[in-house]
């Protein structure tokens, strides 16, 4: 059988957040995120969940290092819970750096990569109370926190990651509100996306201090834009703002060293020109070693009116883009299912970003899985989606794109933010009541895919 090699050296991981998978919400001295808040605020949460259980990951985390090793993961992306560290955002809390030292001790003895993520959505709730993202001085608060990360575990981990797709937290937390912390004031997820990208310049100034040798970068939620029709004029303008609000605001201050013309032009009413500061720029386009991205889908959009009227929208200044049906396969989250535009994101990226190391640093599916009588799980679309989605990324390796690693999300099923526990995206099954956990058939295709370094 013809196989689709990939380069040696091909990072092959997983991935998880710490508020999705640990649990254990008030061990050891942890204090409220603001997604526990959220989760207290009637109709927030799909099935009223809540962090606990999550995957009960902070009790049996060396298990969890265990799957990794059968599974053959060179690499494991975590996040750090930032109330562990620095409960309600003031002082260091030694014991919960301690979970973060024994995890990274068992991974490195288990001959797997620690990938740390510092920010995936868990912002300290005490800060929220002083304005959240909305404030410029909680960008001050991350650098603070990543010192005392970075402090801890710089010793032993070399690649490090400030932000987890800064979009959701800054629009679909502050201006939908289906994220936490649920506000709906689109001039302050405005400033969300501009201060949470102060905090990854403020948070990488401190990398680099205090961990030379690291390879440090941020991962984004990227998605290409497809027009309904490509004649139109509207319709056109409609693929546009949707690219600049989800692509580029973040992509060009940070590597191109400024916003686009067109964003500051179109956020001017909510009062982004007025928000960047004098070394701001400098701050958040600082060189990076890498860039890591999230696929989960792309959009296909028009300016054309559909009869609804959503009350709230995460699309500030594009508040009339609608989203046409395609009829396209869907997963389980409604999410139409486009291979292709891997790699046609893939390609755009090694075009206008050129010399950038890329990860895909999340990609995968949520499914029905149903568990058969001899208990074994044989998650068939979930492979289907994993299988297209690596031959895409094959393709762009094949055009000359500097791709470097994909990490599948997620290694454990767990807390799907909104959709609580209804929404399944692991290679391993969790049994929330026993917290027994199963390796569905998508975990074994992977493992084999791993120790061939290869796609059959």
């Known amino acids: 059988m013809t196989q689709l090699l990939f380069p040696p050296g091909f990072v092959w991981g997983a991935a998880t957040a710490a508020f999705q998978i640990e649990g254990s919400t008030t061990a050891d001295g942890r204090t409220d995120s603001i997604w526990d808040a959220f989760c207290r605020r009637p109709g927030a949460i799909a099935g009223g969940d809540t962090g606990e259980p999550g995957a009960d990951h902070f009790r049996r985390m060396h298990d969890d290092v265990g799957l990794m090793v059968e599974l053959g993961l060179n690499a494991y992306r975590f996040s750090v819970a930032w109330p562990r560290v620095r409960p309600d955002g ?47 001085d909680t960008a001050q608060r991350f650098a603070d926190y990543t010192e005392a990360v970075t402090g801890a575990l710089g010793d032993r981990v070399r690649h490090w990651g400030t932000l987890n797709e800064p979009w959701c937290s800054a629009f679909m937390g502050y201006a939908q509100g289906t994220h936490a912390p649920g506000r709906t004031e689109p001039a ?22 205090l961990v030379p040798d690291a390879q440090a970068g941020l991962t984004l939620n990227l998605y290409p834009v497809r027009v309904a029709d490509p004649t139109d004029p509207a319709d056109l303008d409609a693929a546009r703002r949707i690219d600049g609000l989800q692509n580029r605001i973040f992509l060009d201050p940070l590597l191109r060293g400024a916003y686009p013309e067109d964003m500051l032009a179109d956020l001017a009413p909510f009062g982004l ?184």
Not at 189 to 196: G, I, K, Q, R
């Open 90 to 136: 003031g002082a260091v809390n030694p014991a919960g750096l301690a979970f973060y030292d024994r995890l990274v001790d068992a991974l490195l003895a288990a001959g797997i990569d620690p990938w740390i993520t510092l920010y995936h959505w868990d912002l300290p709730q005490a800060l929220e109370e002083r304005g959240g993202w909305a404030n410029r």
């Open 188 to 209: 302050a997820a405005v400033a969300a996306t501009h201060h949470l990208l102060l905090a990854h310049g403020l948070g990488l100034r401190v990398i680099r201090e």
């Open 273 to 456: 020109p007025e928000l960047i500061g004098a070394d701001d720029a400098k701050l958040i386009g600082a060189p990076i070693d890498y860039l890591g991205f999230n696929y989960y889908r792309d959009y296909f959009v028009t300016a054309r009116p559909d009869g609804t009227e959503p009350v709230h929208t995460p699309w500030v200044s594009a508040e009339h883009v609608r989203f046409p049906d395609r009829g396209l396969p869907r997963t389980a989250c409604g999410w139409d299912v486009v291979p292709e535009g891997l790699t046609e994101l893939l390609l755009r990226l090694h075009r206008d970003y050129p010399g950038m190391p890329l990860y895909i640093t999340e990609c995968g599916a949520a499914y029905e899985d149903r568990i058969a009588a001899d208990g074994s799980i044989a998650d068939d679309a979930r492979i289907t989606f994993l299988n297209s989605h690596l031959r895409a990324a094959h393709t762009a390796l094949a055009a000359g794109v500097d791709l470097r690693g994909f990490f599948y999300w997620s290694l454990l099923d767990n807390f799907e933010w909104a959709e609580g526990y209804a929404k399944r995206f692991g290679i391993v099954h969790v049994d929330y009541e026993t917290q027994v956990r199963t390796p569905k058939a998508s975990a074994q295709w992977y493992s084999r895919v791993i120790a061939e370094h290869a796609v059959p």
